[in-house]
């Protein structure tokens, strides 16, 4: 009796190890690093369509953990943010044809655990946070599939671009 007890808990820790790694490895396939820019490319392409035609290249960031320090603590929602886990996908852009205040076309963040976008920000400074309406309660779409948003839903950034000084000694 002593035996089968012993095999049929062997036998369930198995079973549950192999559970385990397969709930994990789904995790790390859902949060590659193309579903990742593929998420980030259409959080831009919503908000800011005009900075899409400037993407040059995409980098993903490592695993950042959300800090007080990034947006502050004075609201509930922010709060309980405080310790996730997510990573910031941004997009180059050729400084020779365009120029912007900062120096990427677009960064969007996306939380590790759901895969759902934290913010974005264009090369202007302007941006979106969904902290208080998450993206699909903004746009009535998920991120993770590029859908046609109805117009006056939502505010697009808009260009805007910085103007090389002009040199007036030549």
Known sequence: MKKIIFIL???????????QSLN?????EALSKSSLI????NV?????????AYFKSANVSDIQVFQKEDYGDSFPEIKKQIGRKYYTVTFTY?????KFAFDYAAKVSIWE???????VIFGNGMGRNFLFL??????????KK????????IEEVPLQTEKEPENIWN
């Open 44 to 52: 831009a392409m919503t908000y800011g369509p005009a900075y899409v």
């Open 94 to 98: 050729d400084s020779t044809s365009v």
């Open 146 to 153: 590029r859908m046609k948003v109805a117009p006056g839903l």
């Open 24 to 28: 994990s490895s789904k995790r790390s």
């Open 38 to 41: 593929e998420t980030a490319k």
């Open 134 to 143: 998450n993206f699909k309660e903004q746009t009535n779409h998920s991120a």
């Open 9 to 19: 808990s062997v036998i369930l820790g198995t079973v549950a190890l192999y559970a």
């Open 113 to 119: 655990d759901t895969g759902e976008p934290l913010d």
